[in-house]
Every structure is written in C-alpha cells, then in structure tokens.
C-alpha cells in the first residue's frame, strides 16, 4: 500500500468516525431532537464526506492542471463577496466547494475553522484547509494557543504541524485586538522546525543541514473603518537562508540559498443600501540560488506573481443587483513561465423575500502564454443559485455553458460540464 493510500485510508476512516457518531446522536435523541433541528446541513456534509471523500481523493486536480479555461474556472469556483464577508467573521465553522470541471474529474475544497475558550484569559484555535492535487490529498493547518496578557494585548505559541516534522513550522506571534475582526498582528515564524536544522539521524543521503535558518516575520492587520469599510493588509518577509545537502559521511552534495516576500492589500466597503465594492492585490517573490558542493553558482530561479481584482454588487432596486468582477493574474518564472490571465464577469443578480437569489452572468477570459506565444479566449454564461438559512448557512450552485463550440466536442453534456456547489455553515 502506497503513502497516499495509506492517507486516503486515514481521511476516510476519520470521515466514517465522524459518521457513526452523528448516527449514534440520531439514533439516541430521535429524528425529532433538537441536533437534528439545529444542524441540518451539518448532517448533510458529513453524509456527503462519508460517501464521496474515498472516492474523490484519488481523481482530485488543481484549478491550474485542469484546463487551458483556468481563468474562467478560476473566477466561477470563487466564493462571492457576500459570502466571504460571512466567513471572515465566522469564528467556529466549515465550509466545502465541490467542482466538476469535465464528466470524469470531481475536485473537493473543505475549510474548516474554531475558536475555543478554555478561560477568560486562554484559547485555542485551528484553521484547516484541504485541497487535493491528482495523486492525492493535501492540506495546510494552523494551530494556536493564545493568552491573554492584559487588556485587548494577547501572546501566542502557534505552528502549522505536518506527519513529516521536517516540514512542521513553529512561531510565537503579538496581537492587539480590538475585536477577533479588528486587530494587529505580529508573528516570528521558525519554518521547517524543530527537528530539520541538525538531523539526529544520518542514515540517508542528501540531508538538508541549515546554515542560516529560515525564519519569516509577518504583519497582519484588520482595521474597521466608520462600521462599512475594512481594510486588511498581510506581509511576510522570509529572510535569506542558506542549507548545504550533505550524504551520510557529512560530505556537501549541494548548495541552496533561498528568500522570499509576498503582500496582499484588500479593502470592502458596505453602503447604506446594501451595495458593495472592493479591490484586492496579492504579490509575491521568490528567489533561490542552486550551488555546487564547492559554493559556485549553478543557476538562479526567480519567480513573481501579481493578482490585482476589483469587484461590484451594485442594487439597483429591492429585486436586482448589478455584478461586475475583473480579474488579471500574471505568473512569471525565469524563462519556464510567463503567463497573463484576465478575466471579465458581468452579471445580473434576482432577489427573493426567502433569502435566495438566481443569477446569470457572461464571462470572458484571455489567456497569453508569452513563452509559446499563444493566445487563448474564452467565453462561458454561469447560472448562479443560493439560498441563505436563518442560522446564516449557505448552500449555493452555479452551472458553467461553454459558448465556444470547440470546447464541446465531447456531446451535448461536453456544453455543460462546469458545475460547482457551494456549502457554508457557521457553528454556533
């Protein structure tokens, strides 16, 4: 059995844990008890993981893998405006994306977030995301342990813990809160710790031996404005690292140095009659030097990306809402890559008194590959629908139709094979 079987196994056994004990609370407090009453989509997403997740680890991609339409797909897979502003301000809740991008590909989304309270003074918090490349699952989670100092003053020990600790990362942060959406962070991250700076165990060839650690300093800040505009701004600087990859007598194979930054800048704003706009700009940077054992330099691989995205949800009047994206993505590495990705979305949007809307909108996506000097555009309409629950949950879909006829050579369901549902459920 292989490694990915092996995690495939464990996932699924954790999902069939989670089953039986929501049958077991069914079975004890009847259909008519107050968890059935309360958490009805809870239900149905474990139901959902239980059948669904063996099968979907092995047939998983990512977005960028799937297609040469990534842009398009990209921008229909996101999570509306509306939408996130509910999640950020969910302290204890999960959300999950299921997306088929053609008749044989399911690919699966989960985020799972909670804030615990020990105490008046101690807590405890983990943000869990999973996504899936098409071998297997992977995942990325952030723990942490937060006390009280004083006042609004807060430190914490956090990581993100990995089965393999030599890529476990470990870090102290300083938060001023004025409230869990408003506040300053400032983090110290020791990345690949505790055990990959020395190995104990020599027993292989090509051991990552760091002369000079990775560390990352962060800022994050979430700054409310006047109740209607948020202003959230995040940065990391790694400071540059060297490591020297040595066999199981302690002789240097290779060189590495390496360092990196990334920004992300976002502000939302909310209007007395409920309309809303928004911009956002994500950059990052990376460079890493390849040396030989003797310290001469081999090569050099530099990489950067840009995504700046501005949005529009406009009332018209109480039953329609004008919807406008824009999205431009350019992904740039050495001479391998260089590619510029845009995206237009324009849409109408119908409201209903029972807190549901359908949509429909038309976008149009460019991709240039610089490199090959290609040129690629594409044009889908996306049929939009949610519902919104009293306790705030969201189940939601939208179906993409191609319009262009060389991308439906496959049939007549070849035309409509970009189908995403959309589940949000903030826990009380």
């Not at 921008?75 to 999640?87: G, H, K, R, T, Y």
């Not at 956002?280 to 001469?296: C, V």
């Not at 050495?334 to 990705?341: E, L």
Request: neutral net charge; glycine residues 4%; aromatic residues 16%.
């Amino acid at each position: 059995m292989t490694h990915n079987d092996i995690k495939a196994e464990n996932n699924y056994n954790i999902a069939k844990c989670c089953f039986w004990k929501l049958r077991f609370n069914l079975e004890v407090g009847s259909w008519n008890s107050e968890f059935c009453k309360r958490n009805p989509l809870l239900i149905i997403a474990l139901i959902l993981i239980f059948f669904f997740l063996p099968s979907s680890l092995s047939k998983a991609k990512t977005f960028e893998d799937i297609e040469p339409e990534y842009c398009i797909s990209y921008v229909q897979a996101i999570f509306l405006p509306w939408w996130e502003d509910e999640w950020e301000e969910t302290l204890t809740g999960f959300r999950i994306r299921g997306s088929s991008f053609d008749l044989p590909t399911l690919h699966i989304l989960q985020h799972w977030k909670g804030r615990i309270p020990f105490n008046d003074l101690l807590f405890f918090s983990f943000n869990y995301f999973t996504d899936a490349d098409e071998d297997s699952q992977f995942y990325k989670q952030e723990m942490e342990l937060k006390w009280r100092i004083k006042g609004r003053n807060y430190i914490s020990l956090f990581g993100y813990p990995y089965y393999d600790k030599k890529q476990s990362d470990i870090g102290i942060r300083y938060s001023f809160e004025e409230t869990p959406f408003d506040f300053i962070k400032l983090s110290i991250l020791f990345e690949n710790a505790p055990n990959n700076y020395t190995f104990k165990n020599r027993d292989m060839d090509s051991m990552r031996i760091y002369e000079e650690l990775p560390i990352q300093f962060s800022l994050d800040a979430s700054i409310i404005k006047k109740a209607n505009t948020k202003l959230i701004i995040s940065y990391n600087y790694e400071f540059p690292y060297s490591a020297n990859y040595e066999n199981q007598d302690g002789e240097i194979l290779n060189k590495t140095k390496g360092e990196r930054s990334d920004i992300s800048i976002e502000v939302n704003s909310i209007f007395s009659d409920s309309s809303r706009w928004g911009w956002k700009i994500d950059f990052s940077y990376k460079k890493k030097k390849y040396l030989s054992h003797s310290g001469n330099l081999d090569s050099i691989s530099k990489s950067t990306r840009i995504r700046p995205n501005i949005y529009l949800d406009k009332r018209i009047n109480r039953l329609y809402n004008l919807i406008m994206l824009y999205n431009y993505d350019h992904e740039q590495n050495g001479r391998s890559v260089n590619i510029t990705r845009k995206t237009f979305l324009l849409g109408i949007v119908r409201n209903f008194h029972s807190h549901s809307k359908i949509g429909l909108s038309y976008c149009n996506g460019l991709t240039d590959n610089i490199i090959e000097d290609m040129i690629r555009k594409d044009n889908r309409l996306i049929l939009s629908a949610e519902h919104r629950f009293k306790n705030k949950a969201r189940l939601g879909m939208n179906l993409g139709i191609e319009l262009d006829t060389r991308d439906v050579t496959h049939g007549l369901l070849g035309r409509y094979d970009k189908l995403f549902f959309f589940l949000q459920y903030p826990i009380k």
